[in-house]
Structures are given as structure tokens and as C-alpha cells.
Nanobody, 120 residues
Framework: QVQLVESGGGLVQPGGSLRLSCAAS????????MNWYRQAPGKERELVARINSAGGSTNYADSVKGRFTISRDSAKNAVYLQMNSLKPEDTAVYYC?????????????WGQGTQVTVSS
């Protein structure tokens, strides 16, 4: 079955770094764009970063541009989010997502999430 398993979350001080990983299985990884979303308490889930299926194009939310980097490794069926210069407002549950649209039908998979807390 399809699985997206996130890891790498935790508690970090402001200005610190974390690297999130997402291991994918059960689908053809190379056919899917991969995304990182986050949801803070009391807020809607927001798209943080996206990388296309080929890995050649990335997009970021304005709030994380220049601080976060998304990458993927097709040999390992994994996607990563390197987070630098972390701020308290980056505190949220981070979710890995895979998506693909085929003939107008969207295929969409989610991980269970990993908590990131930025606090002194």
C-alpha cells in the first residue's frame, strides 16, 4: 500500500536547522510531484515547498524562501526539506504529500506528519 513516512522533526532553537525526510513506497515515485505542507495550531494547512516529478523545478512559500530547500532522491524514493534559520513561526506539524494529475483525475497521498517546534 501507499506509504509516506516523515522523520527528522523535533525541538530546535531559533536560528537552528533541521532536515526533514520523507520515505515513499507503494507508488511510482518518479511520476509524482512532492510537496511539504505544514499546519500550525489554529491555522490552515499551507504549502511550504514543492518539487516537480523530475526534480528540476521547485517552488516555495514566500515565508520560507531563502531558508528552506526541498530536494528529492529518486534512487531512494525520498524527499527532503532542509530548514535553516528557523523561526518560532515555523513551529507546526509538517506533512509530506505526493500528487499527480492524470486525465483530470488527481492522485494525492499524505504522510502522518512530524512535529517541528522552534523555541528557546
Amino acid at each position: 500500500q501507499v506509504q509516506l513516512v516523515e522523520s527528522g522533526g523535533g525541538l530546535v532553537q531559533p536560528g537552528g536547522s533541521l532536515r526533514l525526510s520523507c520515505a515513499a513506497s507503494g507508488f511510482t515515485f518518479s511520476n509524482y510531484a512532492m510537496n511539504w505542507y505544514r499546519q500550525a495550531p489554529g491555522k490552515e494547512r499551507e504549502l511550504v515547498a514543492r518539487i516537480n516529478s523530475a526534480g528540476g523545478s521547485t517552488n516555495y512559500a514566500d515565508s520560507v524562501k531563502g531558508r528552506f530547500t526541498i530536494s528529492r532522491d529518486s534512487a531512494k524514493n525520498a524527499v527532503y526539506l532542509q530548514m535553516n534559520s528557523l523561526k518560532p513561526e515555523d513551529t507546526a506539524v509538517y506533512y509530506c504529500n505526493a500528487d499527480r494529475v492524470v486525465w483530470g483525475k488527481k492522485y494525492d497521498y499524505w504522510g502522518q506528519g512530524t512535529q517541528v517546534t522552534v523555541s528557546s
